[in-house]
């Protein structure tokens, strides 16, 4: 599994915290370190056969063609891409055209990820978004008339200006469309972010948890009964259309991340890129690490299997649990989570634990208790 972070966007989204730029002025020289690193760590992953590789950001849809195109030729050059890979794209509205979808397609990409976070204007410009209603209206008739991707479409709830009527409406409006991958978001105020900042000053309010939990709550209802599956916290799905790569976190895949602030993991460690451009280039160029990475005990991994699987429709398989880990890691879990069983937040069967209904929204907190 690949990813590639590409820093780069047209504006600062209010609520965002990934690491970006708004300066496109060393976008030759980012892909090109970019490529490098790849070759250098082209070795990570045990298995060089791809059965994903995903363009997150960062704003990819922005990258020229021709520098796009350098990086599949780097790709293609230093692993081995299934035939069937799911090869995801984030893309923006106001970046997608007939000739631009074409090209994204001759180079493999068969699935896009649009951020289209809402169907109304106020919402919008409450999140700083640079793209209006009629060009995400325009961007997926496009793609729906092309009719050679696949897509997800990105939605944020709890926002000040969403109130729960416009969310039911972002949410229909979403189902007509009948994209194979829905992503639901709760808006979170993250640190160092503009938004924290007008929060800080009173200029933009934080909605209330009640809020949350409801509008939570209303896109489960309209998109399960849309024969949606809701098979992780934020992600829906039309059935067998699960995300490869999203799913792969879950699942604790080994997965090589390229590019600032890029995170990789082998199941035994995880590194992280740093997060600022100008480091990263200049590492790579001088052929130096642009990671920092670190060790994972056995304890951190339980915790970690514990929170990832418990996010998941699949919840967590008692022989996986016994299997993979020393026995006071199962033994412990065995015990505590008879009290969360108690409080109705986990539900069991005979072979697996999986969140109740009630505490999908609680998730990391229901996790947590079971920490060892």
């Known amino acids: 599994m690949l990813y590639l972070h590409i820093p780069f966007c047209r504006q600062a989204c209010h609520y965002c ?19 490098k690193e790849m070759e250098y760590r082209r070795d990570y992953l045990e298995d060089k056969k791809l059965r994903s590789v995903y363009f997150g950001g960062g704003t990819p849809s922005i ?29 923006n509205p106001e970046d997608i055209s007939q000739e631009k979808i074409e090209f994204w397609h001759s180079l493999g990409i068969n699935r896009l990820s649009i951020g289209i976070q809402s169907f109304d204007q106020a919402d919008l410009n409450w999140m700083n978004r640079i793209h209006n209603i009629q060009q995400s209206e325009t961007a997926l008739n496009l793609v729906d008339d092309f009719g050679k991707m696949e897509y997800s479409m990105d939605l944020i709830f709890g926002s000040e200006t969403t109130t729960d009527e416009i969310w ?10 009948k994209p194979a991958h829905i992503s639901c978001y709760a808006l979170t105020i993250e640190e160092n972010t503009p938004l924290q900042h007008y929060v800080n000053k009173g200029q933009k309010k934080e909605s209330p948890q009640e809020k949350i939990r409801t509008q939570f709550y209303q896109a489960r209802m309209l998109l399960t009964e849309a024969g949606y599956d809701h098979y992780e916290i934020s992600n829906y799905s039309l059935p067998g259309k699960n995300a490869v ?49 670190e060790q994972l005990s056995e304890q951190d991994q339980y915790n970690e299997f514990v929170m990832t699987r418990l996010r998941t429709k699949w919840g967590i ?16 879990f065995f015990q505590e989570v008879k009290t969360s069983i108690k409080a109705g937040f986990i539900t069991e069967n005979e072979s697996t634990f999986a969140l109740s209904e009630k505490s999908l929204i609680i998730a990391d907190t229901v996790s947590s208790d079971l920490f060892y």
């Open 168 to 177: 039911i409406e972002n949410v229909k409006r979403t189902i007509r469309r």
């Open 63 to 91: 990258l020229e063609d021709n520098l796009l195109g350098n990086i599949f030729e780097a790709i293609h050059r230093h692993f081995e891409v299934e035939d069937e890979a799911e090869i995801t794209f984030e893309a």
């Open 245 to 293: 790569h999203n799913s792969s976190y879950w699942k604790s895949k080994s997965y090589l991340g390229i590019g600032p602030a890029a995170h990789s993991y082998n199941k035994k460690s995880r590194s992280w890129n740093f997060a600022n451009n100008a480091t990263y280039i200049k590492s790579i160029e001088e052929n130096k690490t642009a990671e920092v990475s």
């Open 17 to 35: 915290n990934f690491h970006f730029s708004t300066s496109m002025k060393y976008e030759k020289e980012m892909i090109q370190a970019m490529i």
């Open 317 to 332: 398989n008692k022989e996986e649990l016994i299997t993979n880990f020393e026995r006071r890691f199962s033994d412990h």
